[in-house]
C-alpha cells in the first residue's frame, strides 16, 4: 500500500512541475496517472491533493465542466480534513470557473467564502489580497454591464 501512495505523490509532483512549466497536456496526463493510482489504496488525504491539482490542471485547459467535480470531490474532503488553507483554495478556484463562465453571484459567493477560509488559516495576506481583488472586479463589471472582465487567477 505504502507503495502505491509514494507512486502517486510521485506523480503529483510531476504534475505540479509540468504545470508550472506550463505544459498543461503532460501535466494532466500526469495527475490523471495519479489519480488511477490512489484510487487503488483509498489514501483520503492524498486523493483530496490529486484532486484539487486535477481540477485546477483543467480549469487551466478550459475544461470548466469537467473540473468542477474533481474540485466538489477535493473541498469535501479538505473540509472534512480539517485543512482549511486548502479549502480556501479550492473555494478560490471555485470563484475564478464561475467568473469565467460568467456566473458572477456564485463567483462572489466563492470568493468571499474563500476570504473567510483565508484569514482562519491565518494563510499570507496575498490569498486575502488576490480574492478581494476578483470581487472588486466583478463589482465593477456589475456596475458597467456590458464589459469583460479578466479576473487573476489562483495559485496551485
Known sequence: MERFTDAAQSMLYIAKSYFNT??????????????????????????????????????????????????????????????????????ENFGYIYGCMDNYLDASAAYEAAIEKYARAGSKNEYVQQCEENLARIGKMQETLPMTISLLRPRI
Open 22 to 91: 506550463s505544459e498543461l497536456p503532460r501535466a494532466l496526463e500526469s495527475i490523471e496517472r495519479a489519480s488511477s493510482i490512489i484510487k487503488r489504496v483509498h489514501h483520503h488525504r492524498f486523493r483530496a491533493l490529486i484532486d484539487k491539482c486535477h481540477g485546477i490542471i483543467l480549469e487551466r485547459l478550459g475544461s470548466y465542466p469537467e473540473a468542477l467535480p474533481k474540485l466538489e470531490r477535493s473541498l469535501l474532503s479538505l473540509e472534512e480534513l480539517g485543512s482549511v488553507h486548502n479549502v480556501g483554495s479550492v473555494l
